[in-house]
């Protein structure tokens, strides 16, 4: 039985983000049998605040243990102590950052004599996690995957959250520390693949995010839908759900529903958490906007038809994050074969991977302009052909068996497969366990 150990501060049972990502990667690793240790923190996010019932204990170290009884797999997981700012800054969330490097540094270092981890996978953000893999790794002789769902310097450089040039260098280097010493580096897009690449003579891969095709799909009756969530059949509902911060730049949802303010039958909803949500709320109340709606975070068994009774889901993001970030929440818009109104320019690969497929409407980020004239469109002609190809692309290229199929085969089981210099992808000779997909798989 292999032994993994995966360290992030972003775990199951966080419904939304990295921390769903990393809990159902290691949930399907251990039902195919894997002994998987997880080192991490306390839930917080999308909150910003510690999640009952770990609130009453979280400033301490735990240690949780289950283990699957038809596969015979495990699961340790340690919850470290951390930081956690109610109201995250730049600076904020480096204290958050370094608050975890150094508590989850503590716990592995109770590990290293114990049994060897054949496998150590960490996850950016933060990016200075990958310094703990590479210790483990040098101390243990493991095998270290860095896996990379955020670009976070570039992100912090291009919001301006830090401004000091000296200190994002300084953060460059320390990345570039560990970009060389992983033996394999993964991220969520192909944009990401090819801006990391940049900065590493290693191969970087495309290890996707995914979605559960059979727990989020189509419903047809769109209107008994409305009525259920207490709208009209009549109403054209406009979502964005998901997680609710500064570098969405979700205060461009507000100005377009200002427009759309005469007209009774269009409402805007905006479902989730996070440090921006009251800012948004003030900006709604000040426009004395009628039309905008905010909802909690829904429960797992009714967001399936949360996402269908959508008309349009809104995929909004700045101009300089369209190439950093792979929007999660996509994933699942296009399981459930959502119209998808994306904000991201031209030569962006968010932009170069919808249009490619045709699976979602393209208006230019950050022109408010482009965003209301997008919304009137897609509120008032077909689109169904776009909603289709959505839910084939979930299918065909996003469903969870297929990735982590892949991802065992590749990295786990040492299968025999051609790394090629450079490569966006990751690639087997003869048989590609996902064919000509995002991933660009093909016989070699």
Not at 98 to 114: N, T, V, Y
Not at 171 to 180: S, V
Not at 186 to 192: A, D, F, K, R, V
Not at 315 to 340: C, E, F, H, R, Y
Request: aromatic residues 12%; glycine residues 6%.
């Amino acid at each position: 039985m292999k032994k993994i150990l995966l360290i992030s501060y972003n775990f199951s049972p966080e419904p939304t983000g990295i921390g769903k990502y990393n809990g159902e990667m290691i949930a399907w690793l251990v039902k195919q049998g894997y002994d998987c240790s997880v080192i991490t923190s306390y839930p917080y996010y999308p909150h910003w605040k510690i999640q009952a019932p770990y609130d009453k204990s979280s400033f301490w170290y735990s240690r949780e243990e289950s283990k699957d009884t038809s596969s015979g797999g495990k699961l340790t997981t340690y919850r470290c102590p951390m930081y956690v700012p109610k109201k995250p800054s730049g600076v904020k969330r480096m204290l958050l950052d370094f608050s975890f490097i150094i508590s989850a540094l503590f716990k592995l270092l109770l590990l290293l004599p114990g049994k060897k981890f054949d496998f150590v996978i960490t996850v950016a953000p933060s990016f200075e996690v990958g310094l703990l893999g590479v210790l483990y790794k040098k101390l243990r002789k493991s095998k270290l995957l860095y896996h990379i769902q955020d670009l976070q310097i570039e992100a912090a450089r291009d919001l301006e959250m830090i401004k000091s040039e000296k200190v994002v260098n300084t953060l460059f280097e320390l990345e570039k520390y560990i970009l060389d010493n992983s033996d394999v580096v993964s991220s969520i897009s192909e944009g990401m693949v090819s801006k990391i690449q940049k900065k590493t003579d290693n191969d970087v891969f495309l290890f996707p995010n995914w979605t559960d095709v059979d727990l989020f799909y189509p419903i047809e009756n769109r209107a008994a839908l409305k009525e259920e969530f207490g709208f009209s059949p009549q109403t054209k509902i406009i979502l964005y759900s998901g997680a609710i911060g500064e570098k969405q730049g979700l205060e461009s949802i507000i100005h377009a529903a200002a427009e759309f303010k005469g007209d009774e039958n269009v409402k805007f909803l905006i479902c989730g958490s996070g440090p921006y949500k009251e800012k948004l709320q003030a900006q709604v109340k000040n426009s004395q906007l009628s039309n905008v709606i905010f909802f909690p975070l829904q429960p797992f068994e009714k967001f399936n038809k949360f996402l269908n009774m959508a008309d349009v889901h809104l995929v909004i993001q700045k101009a300089n994050a369209s190439d950093l970030v792979m929007p999660s929440k996509l994933t699942t818009i296009l399981s459930v074969g959502g119209l998808a109104l994306i904000t991201a320019n031209r030569g962006a690969g968010l932009h170069t991977l919808v249009e490619k497929y045709k699976m979602g409407y393209l208006v230019d980020a950050e022109n408010q302009a482009s965003l209301n004239a997008g919304i009137k469109t897609v509120i008032n002609e077909d689109f169904g052909n776009l909603s289709k190809n959505a839910r084939s692309y979930a299918e065909s290229f996003l469903a969870i068996e297929k990735v982590m199929q892949m991802f065992e085969g590749y990295i786990l089981q040492n299968k025999e497969i051609a790394v090629l210099k450079g490569s966006t992808s990751m690639r087997q000779p003869q048989k590609p366990l996902v064919q000509e997909s995002v991933f660009d798989l093909k016989s070699i």
